[in-house]
């Protein structure tokens, strides 16, 4: 069984496949691609972004569905990033708010899916692909030598606006949230297992049939995700007064580079430590502001090289 729940793009004679095409199988298990088959590079421009609204949202008024999987549009490419031009067309602080709220709310939709969803990553996971990926249940990097995940927007001159700081912190501890958000670090799949960033790692021939495998679990078990909870020094530097020591580290660290005279790490740094004080739409609209408040300012994309 097929299902498209966006209306097929014309230009001129001509018709183009959805820019999100999605499928169900005969079990319920619903195929969320991010591109087409003919797309070989993948960003969120506004239209992208609206169309996966659309087919999340058309999930949701689907009763067989039982799981989702979320993937790129074939091999070596999930999304790298959101489109230059959708950065570019924001004018003023409002626009910019308004930008990560929409962005962020649609890929929200992962979590208030009643089933299970995976993200089944190979290629580029990153910036808003990433964002994307820590709202799903599951992550399973495919081993492919393309594949890389993080969270670099610090290095354009801006923070992450879509979740970011508050999904990755709240994920993997404060102090590792830190390290790879401050310096905007990718990482390949292993390390980024290592992290906590993704769950498994397999061969590239190998990802849907894990994404398909960690769905079932999630079934078998009647779960939407698996448990996740900080341990040891990652919980005890992020959700206790002992934070400060980890978010002073990092102040330090930062003082002594070049970082210190752009304030997209220094800002993101604090964003990352709000996710632990205060209550999470709270965190995510500080976020937002923030990113409304660097694209607008005189801190444009590419002015900044840390």
């Known amino acids: 069984m097929n299902v498209v729940t966006q209306p097929e793009a014309k230009?001129?004679?001509?018709?183009q496949l959805p820019l999100i095409p999605c499928s169900i199988d005969a079990h319920g298990i619903a195929l969320v691609r991010l591109g087409r088959?003919?797309?070989s590079v993948v960003t969120f421009t506004r239209e992208r972004l609206l169309a996966l609204g659309d087919v999340l949202r058309g999930l949701m008024q689907e009763s067989l569905v039982r799981g989702v999987i979320l993937t790129g549009p074939g091999p070596g490419m999930f999304c790298a990033d959101a489109d230059i031009n959708l950065i570019h067309s924001i004018r003023t602080v409002e626009e910019g708010i308004a930008a990560a709220?929409?962005?962020r709310e649609i890929f929200?939709?992962?979590?208030q899916l009643k089933v299970p969803v995976v993200a089944a990553i190979e290629g580029p996971c990153v910036g808003g692909g990433c964002e994307l990926a820590l709202f799903c249940d599951v992550r399973v990097a495919s081993e492919h030598p393309a594949t890389q995940i993080g969270l670099p927007e610090t290095k354009l001159g801006i923070v992450p606006g879509f979740g970011g700081t508050q999904n990755m912190a709240r994920l993997l501890g404060l102090p590792t949230a830190l390290d790879?958000?401050?310096a905007g670090k990718l990482l390949k799949p292993v390390p980024a297992k290592k992290k906590g960033l993704v769950d498994r790692t397999v061969p590239p021939e190998k990802l849907l049939a894990a994404a398909h495998a960690e769905l079932q679990k999630l079934l078998a078990k009647g779960k939407k995700a698996p448990r996740r909870k900080l341990r040891g020094g990652a919980y005890w530097?992020?959700?206790t007064p002992l934070r400060a020591i980890a978010a002073n580290a990092a102040r330090k660290q930062l003082a002594k580079g070049q970082a210190k005279f752009y304030p997209a790490p220094r800002l993101a740094l604090e964003l990352c430590v709000q996710a632990f004080t205060l209550p999470q739409d709270q965190g995510f609209a500080a976020e937002a502001?923030?990113?409304?408040d660097m694209i607008a300012s005189k801190e444009?994309?590419?002015?900044?090289h840390v």
């Open 37 to 39: 088959a003919d797309e």
């Open 11 to 15: 230009t001129g004679s001509a018709t």
């Open 101 to 103: 709220k929409t962005g």
């Open 300 to 304: 444009k994309i590419g002015r900044a």
């Open 180 to 182: 790879l958000i401050l």
């Open 289 to 292: 502001r923030a990113l409304g």
């Open 237 to 239: 530097l992020s959700k």
């Open 108 to 111: 929200q939709l992962c979590q």
